[in-house]
Structure formats: C-alpha cells, structure tokens
C-alpha cells in the first residue's frame, strides 16, 4: 500500500462543488504511477464504498451515484490523485479517504484494513 494525505473537504450547499487532492507517499516514489488508485467514502451510519477508481493505465471507474458528477483524475508527476465533485447533493455527505494499491487496479473497500485520515465532505444548505 501507499501512505496519503487527503485534503480539500469542507462544507458547501445542495449544487456546490469541491475538489479533493491526495497526496501519495509510496516507498519508492517513481512508482506511483504504477498504483491503482481510488476515492472511497463513508457516511454516517453506512458502510465503505468505492466512489471512484483510476488504474495505473488511467482507467476510470465510477459508482453509478457520481457518475456524471465526479471526476477522478491523476498527477503522476505530483504523486497526486484528484476528485473533483459537481453538482454535490445532501446524499453525498460523508468522510472521503483515497487509498491505493501496487497491483495498479482498483480495489474494493473490503481489499483494504487501515484507511487512516480522510476528509469530511458536509453538504447542506
């Protein structure tokens, strides 16, 4: 797996949009490019799910909830993966993280243990 800072939650209204960065820190870094990456999120009282995935050959994965709305994109040269967030309704309230994996696919929640720091995501009028 691959150490991550995630940032960029905060609160914003029904219709707004906000754009997440993660900030990878794999153990030898010309290697990110190599991971499969994905934004997951969880909101209270509901489980781990995959919000959106890119895979080590930039193959975009999305949750049929965002699809339309998010947009998952990386920066290999910044060791970064972004989530930018349109049209953000009230549903979508929850705690992302982003976590990634060497195989270079997209993983399900279930695939991962410890998921660390995430960022909160409050949307409401």
């Known amino acids: 797996q691959v150490q991550v800072v995630v940032s960029g939650g905060g609160k914003v209204q029904p219709g707004g949009s906000l754009k997440l960065s993660c900030v990878a820190s794999?153990?030898?870094?010309?290697?990110?490019?190599?991971?499969?990456m994905g934004w997951y999120r969880q909101a209270p009282g509901k489980e781990l799910e995959l919000v959106a995935g890119?895979?080590?050959?930039?193959?975009?994965r999305y949750a049929d909830f965002v699809k339309g709305r998010f947009t998952i994109s990386r920066d290999n040269t910044k060791n970064t993966v972004f989530l930018q967030m349109n049209n953000l309704q009230p549903e979508d309230t929850a705690v992302y993280y982003c976590?990634?994996?060497?195989?270079?696919?997209?993983?399900?929640?279930?695939?991962?243990?410890?998921w660390g720091q995430g960022t909160l995501v409050t949307v409401s009028s």
């Open positions: 794999p153990t030898v870094p010309i290697r990110f490019r190599l991971y499969g």
């Open positions: 890119i895979t080590s050959g930039e193959i975009t």
């Open positions: 976590k990634g994996d060497s195989s270079g696919l997209i993983r399900d929640p279930v695939d991962f243990v410890n």
